[in-house]
């Protein structure tokens, strides 16, 4: 029987975005009240809760309605509204084990990666999880970084999400690895196994897990007594999860030209890679392959200098051929248009990629390829 909490795991993988990297967002949205109530309106829990803009963005609610057949959220009603820094909006939403019935997304002004949050409770010791761009307007008592996390990268193909971390002990602490082998009906997992190890500051341990089931457990209790707090390497829309008492290693803030070249993958469709190529100075050349079909191969191509202050490239050459396999062995190659204009952006330690003739990939998140 898998754990009921993340019975919603499998439908969600078909279409979220499964970063390969773990990273720390801007924080846009600080996230304060939250304590979860009985509610007759909800079936199950309610919550309220402070939101305060740390940059001028603009705010989305949309109510999520279920899931469609590919697995993405359906939605209702949307509200927007724009908001400075430092203004505040109070907002109420039903807490559920199943399906989210909120989502919550920030774009910051002037372009810039949208974030995401569904309001939820940890299993395990009922804290509040957050995504990248939320945070907690401070660290509560106790609830300071035991554990730095790195690492993160998706194997690429592989059926759980399997993923290996680097964690980092930033004070004495006792880790414990527990491997969750049902939720139980009363919401309590029961362990199939348990490993413990002592931590002094700076240590180091390196783990695998698979992030689409959240089936392992780790906890870290400071030295000379506090408060365990627990985590579960799981990948939720956008990124990796973190928890209290965990913290998501820094991303690059800037990269230079050089540091573009190599592979780059869509974490969103799973179909789509990116080829980078430092030609020389600030040039750069990119292709981008996605596979239709067994027989057709979509390639964009464009090419030049990257703006490191700005983390941009802005280009006017793109390109898109279509590739196809015909009997024999032959393939043919359509040119479909030429002189596209589009943006490559880095955010995070990821590429987003603008493609203002088709918007094809405005979903896509790339991470360097592992």
């Not at 955010?347 to 998140?365: F, N, P, S, T």
Request: hydrophobic share 35%; glycine share 12%.
């Amino acid at each position: 029987m898998r754990p009921k909490r993340f019975l919603l795991t499998a439908a969600l993988c078909a279409f979220a975005a499964l970063p390969a990297a773990a990273q720390q967002a801007e924080t846009l949205i600080t996230v304060g009240g939250g304590t979860p109530r009985a509610s007759n309106r909800c079936g199950a829990q309610e919550a309220d809760f402070s939101l305060r803009a740390e940059r001028p963005l603009t705010l989305v609610q949309r109510a999520i309605t279920g899931l469609n057949d590919d697995g993405k959220f359906s939605y209702g009603n949307s509200t927007s509204s724009a908001m400075k820094r430092g203004d505040t909006q109070t907002i109420n939403a039903c807490i559920s084990e199943g399906i989210p019935t909120l989502e919550i997304c920030a774009t910051p002004e002037g372009g810039g990666a949208e974030r995401c949050w569904t309001p939820a409770y940890s299993g395990n010791d009922g804290s509040l999880m957050l995504a990248p761009g939320f945070a907690l307007p401070a660290a509560a008592p106790g609830t300071g970084t035991l554990v730095s996390i790195a690492g993160g990268a998706v194997q690429r193909g592989d059926s759980c999400g399997k993923a290996d971390f680097t964690l980092r002990a930033e004070r004495p602490l006792t880790l414990v690895q527990r491997t969750i082998a049902d939720e139980g009906g009363d919401g309590k997992p029961t362990y199939s196994s348990t490993t413990s190890s002592t931590m002094k500051r700076g240590d180091t341990l390196n783990i695998s897990a698979c992030t689409y089931d959240g089936a392992l457990e780790i906890c870290a209790s400071p030295e000379g007594g506090g408060k365990q707090h627990c985590w579960r390497p799981f990948n939720s829309r956008y990124a990796l999860t973190a928890a209290p008492g965990f913290a998501l290693a820094d991303a690059p803030a800037s990269l230079d030209a050089a540091a573009l070249q190599g592979n780059w993958d869509d974490q969103v469709s799973g179909r789509c890679h990116m080829s980078i190529t430092h030609t020389s100075g600030d040039e750069v050349k990119v292709q981008v392959n996605w596979a239709s079909g067994a027989a057709v191969d979509s390639v964009w191509t464009f090419s030049g200098a990257w703006d490191k202050a700005q983390q941009q490239l802005t280009y006017s050459d793109g390109a898109l051929v279509q590739r196809e396999s015909q009997s024999g062995g032959k393939t043919t190659e359509t040119v479909r248009w030429s002189q596209g204009a589009g943006t490559l952006r880095h955010e995070g330690g990821a590429l987003y990629w603008h493609d203002a003739k088709e918007q094809v990939c405005k979903e896509c998140i790339f991470q360097r390829a592992q």
